[in-house]
């Protein structure tokens, strides 16, 4: 059974600070998704990593897939307020079904 | 584009009873999946549909079915209502089942059981 951890399940920041929210996961997959979701919202999605090596950045976010470590990794650099939300990976199991870590609730201070 | 719609936003029910929620994907979409969201489980996969057909299916009781129509759009229903199943239910849809496709969520539906 495929299971996926996150961590730090809760990350306080400063503006203008770097951090790195990590995922793993516990079989093979080569297919991960990080997504964002704001309170009371649904998910939007952030990135989609289809291969060994695959980096993809997008602002101030940045992420990575290490299929060999079973390792993802969401890089956030200098946080601004705006990017407070709860941030998701998720890995295909397979057909469509993902399986999520349990979710990186991001605050980022001023 | 119109993006994956869900409806009722909101509901709320009474232990025993039973409930559907529909869910209208994104045009041309032909996969729709269901997912749970607890504080205490997290999100969890319900099911599949691709093509009118159930696909796959996550560890959840029989109470928990689908179904899905010839234009896509899927329905969910819980049957005798658990305080347990009080969560945000999402459905996602994706173009295709199997191979590489991104899944967009709706907004949910926000159900609760007193």
């Known amino acids: 059974e495929l299971k996926v951890e996150q961590n730090p399940l809760f990350l306080s920041m400063q503006e203008g600070k770097n951090y790195t929210i990590y995922c793993n996961y516990s079989t093979t997959s080569d297919r991960l998704y990080w997504y964002r979701q704001d309170p009371g919202k649904s998910l939007e999605s952030l990135f989609v990593l289809l291969s060994n090596g695959a980096v993809k950045q997008e602002g101030r976010l940045m992420a990575s897939l290490d299929t060999k470590a079973r390792l993802s990794t969401l890089h956030i650099t200098a946080a601004v307020h705006d990017l407070s939300a709860t941030y998701f990976c998720a890995v295909e199991e397979y057909g469509n079904k993902l399986v999520f870590g349990a979710g990186t609730i991001l605050r980022v201070k001023s | 584009k119109a993006g994956v719609t869900q409806t009722p936003r909101y509901l709320i029910k009474t232990r025993g009873q039973q409930v559907t929620l529909s869910c209208s994907p994104i045009s041309g979409h032909r996969s729709v999946s269901w997912y749970q969201q607890t504080p205490g489980q997290g999100l969890q996969f319900l099911f599949e549909?691709?093509?009118?057909?159930?696909?796959n299916k996550g560890n959840f009781p029989g109470r928990f079915s689908g179904r899905q129509f010839s234009n896509s759009r899927s329905e969910m229903n819980v049957s005798t209502l658990e305080l347990g199943d009080s969560a945000l239910y999402l459905c996602a849809s994706s173009f295709s089942s199997g191979i590489y496709n991104e899944q967009f969520f709706g907004p949910g539906t926000r159900l609760t059981v007193l």
């Open positions: 549909y691709f093509s009118e057909t159930q696909r």
